[in-house]
């Protein structure tokens, strides 16, 4: 059965802001958004309801800078969050979305998630993607490398990370990397790692390496697409299709009636008609049992964790109860 995850509210909303990098990406933003300010008494009372109401994960996002709401509005720190997520839960699994290889040396991190795994209670998700937010990383003085070099020092961080949690006394020569008689004790139970992306470059390295893909928001048919690729992909590699997991984010809005979550998305994009049906075609969108409906059809299309963009987080938590009520 398909699982339920809940994005953190670490930025202020989901929405982008006409001045947010994710605008100026792609875009697309919104007019207005009801979302309170981020602190962390607020995510942890998200992820406490959440875990409350049979929510299976909480997801993190890790970015320096705010790309959402502007490189100047508040942003939680990601690693911060989620070991206080992890002490305050006793369920949910915790991951992040994702966390960036830049931001932390590989054999550091590794021994920063052999230790989550045990706050968690092996409950802990390692979830890496190669970055793609320049500023963040001009305004924090670390290097931008062009993307494809991005996700390589990725590869070569997860065989790092890997063999730490498996080996002892490791020496690793790489071309971004070198380890020197590495050591990282207590190892961990087994940590599933991940990887988000969906270039060339990307989809090549989740076949290689990853246990789970993190997709970008999409279509019903976009997915599936996806994953028929990535299981290709997965033979080549001489790998077994059933290693892996697959997850999708969705921007998500939920009302009594489908017609009450038509008109209050039309008032949120500003009848926009870019904005209003990309997102009633990535997004879940109407009434619980409509919404139900439709993370089934991801679930028949191969998806296995779908993970809900909502605002304002804490509000709609009680609206995803609902949905729950249709798909157990």
């Not at 020197?180 to 139970?189: A, D, Q, R, T, Y």
């Not at 049906?277 to 964790?305: C, M, N, Q, W, Y």
């Not at 779908?306 to 798909?327: A, G, H, S, Y």
């Amino acid at each position: 059965m398909v699982k339920i995850g809940i994005y953190l509210p670490v930025y202020g909303g989901w929405l982008p802001s006409r001045e947010s990098a994710k605008a100026v990406a792609d875009g697309s933003y919104f007019d207005r958004e009801e979302e309170e300010r981020p602190s962390y008494s607020y995510v942890k009372e998200v992820a406490l309801k959440a875990e409350k109401i049979g929510v299976d994960s909480v997801w993190i996002p890790d970015h320096m800078l705010n790309p959402i709401k502007g490189g100047h509005a508040p942003a939680l720190e990601a690693w911060t969050v989620a070991v206080a997520i992890a002490e305050a839960t006793e369920k949910v699994i915790i991951a992040h979305t994702t966390l960036c290889e830049a931001f932390r040396p590989p054999a550091v991190l590794a021994k920063m998630a052999a230790t989550l795994d045990d706050v968690s209670n092996h409950r802990f998700w390692l979830s890496i993607g190669a970055g793609w937010y320049k500023r963040e990383y001009e305004a924090y003085g670390l290097p931008f490398y062009e993307h494809d070099e991005r996700v390589r020092r990725a590869g070569e961080a997860i065989e790092i990370i890997r063999r730490l949690w498996r080996e002892n006394g490791i020496t690793f020569k790489g071309k971004y990397y070198q380890i020197i008689n590495g050591v990282l004790e207590p190892k961990p139970k087994k940590i599933p790692l991940w990887y988000a992306g969906v270039s060339e470059a990307s989809r090549n390295l989740v076949a290689e390496k990853a246990d789970g893909w993190l997709m970008r928001g999409c279509s019903v048919e976009e997915a599936r697409k996806n994953i028929e690729d990535m299981k290709k992909r997965l033979k080549k590699a001489g790998r077994d299709e059933e290693e892996m997991e697959f997850a999708i984010p969705a921007l998500t809005f939920i009302r009594d009636t489908d017609e009450e979550a038509l008109n209050h998305m039309e008032k949120l994009t500003g009848g926009r008609r870019n904005v209003l049906d990309r997102t009633l075609d990535t997004g879940l969108v109407g009434s619980p049992e409509t919404v139900a409906e439709k993370i089934r059809k991801f679930e028949e299309a191969g998806i296995d964790h779908i993970l809900l963009q909502l605002t304002p987080t804490l509000k709609e938590v009680d609206n995803v109860q609902r949905v729950l009520e249709f798909l157990r």
